[in-house]
Each structure stands twice: as C-alpha cells, then as structure tokens.
C-alpha cells in the first residue's frame, strides 16, 4: 500500500502471511447497504455512524442479555510523525488499520474513525477477555507492519483500551465508550503499546469510576 505525503512516498506492507482472504461471519448486520464495508479504508464508517451502530448493538445487547465488546484504539506518536512527515501518513495509517482490523474480526463487528484519530470498534457478543483478545491481537499485528517514509524505516505501535457489558447494569452506551476511553488514556500514559481494560485503569489512578463498569 502506497499514499502520497508531503515528504514522499510512505509504504506500509504486511511483513508475514497469514492474513484471511475473506471476512467470516456473513453480512454485516443493521448496517444500510449504501455503506458499503466498513472496514474498507475508504468507508470507515464516521464517527457519527458508528456511534449510531455501537447504540443500536448496546440496545439489542440490553434487550437479549448478550454481552458486547468495545475497543477504543489510537496509533502512538501518530500526531507527532504526521507533523514530520506529512498528511500522507496519517491517509496511510487510517487503511492499515482498516485492513489489520478488518482481516483479524468477524464480518459482524463493526469499526468506525472518530475525530481525534481513534478508532472504535465495536465486538457484539464478546466479553471483556475476548475483547481483550481481539485487541491485543489487533495490536500485535499492527506492530509487525512493515512501514517505511522515503524508504527509511518507520516504528509504529498501537494503543487500545477496552470496556464490556456483560448484563443490565450499563444503562447507557456512552458509559461504556467514556470507559474504554479512560482506558486509553491510562495505556497511552503508560507508554503505549499496551491493551488496558477500565478496571485496570481505575487501579493505576487513570480512570474515574463509572456507571456500570465491567
């Protein structure tokens, strides 16, 4: 994958194989058919949209008493190495998570870009250790990507913080995305690279308590 940036040409590759071919799960559920896959980089459902689908899955959630898995992820450094090398990183990292996330979840899980670089990915029927699996997993192979600036070599690594709701006692979908968000904020404070679920943020002092925290 190439992408044009103010300093030249950035190239981010796999480094080893391994990557499914196609998305298992079937068709994406609750999502209209004019938006095509949202994992694909050029429709990464905005920030808008996967906030409308993460409240529609906590609903039906609540309803069925499932549980539902929530990933908030940032790329460490990624406003810093844009400034160095341009707007062009930022167009090249946005795929690369797309596809990391894409070839490594269900055809049922759902990823959307908010508007500070994040990206939130939401995980029906999954639980706080299987979330923690899936992100951890996702975090792995993001840092294993090859990525290079003008054919110089570029180290890129991936924050996530996750939160769950395992029965009725979430009310609220936006507890749990403000969870995972603390969560983040705790594993970029503590040098990135790391998966940090919102219990273990409210031990390191980095998350305030919450309603209904899993």
Known sequence: MFASG???KIQIAMT??????GRPGGPRTGVPKDQGDGFLS???????????LMKNEFARARRHGIPLGCVLMQVDRLLQLVDLHGVGLRNAVREAVGNVVRE???????????????????LPHTDLEQTRVVADRIRVVFGEL???VDGRELALSLSAGISACVDKQT???DS???QAEAALECAMQSGGNQVVSFGEAQ?????????GER
């Open 6 to 8: 103010e300093s030249g």
């Open 16 to 21: 080893r194989p391994g990557f499914r071919k």
């Open 42 to 52: 050029s429709a990464l459902f905005s920030q808008a949209q996967i906030l409308n």
């Open 104 to 122: 490594k979840t269900r055809g049922a899980d759902l990823l959307g870009a908010t508007n500070d670089d994040r990206y939130l990915l939401v």
């Open 146 to 148: 090859h990525v290079a």
């Open 171 to 173: 009310m609220f979908f």
């Open 176 to 178: 749990l995305v403000a």
């Open 203 to 211: 031990l390191r002092g980095g998350g305030d308590p919450a309603e």
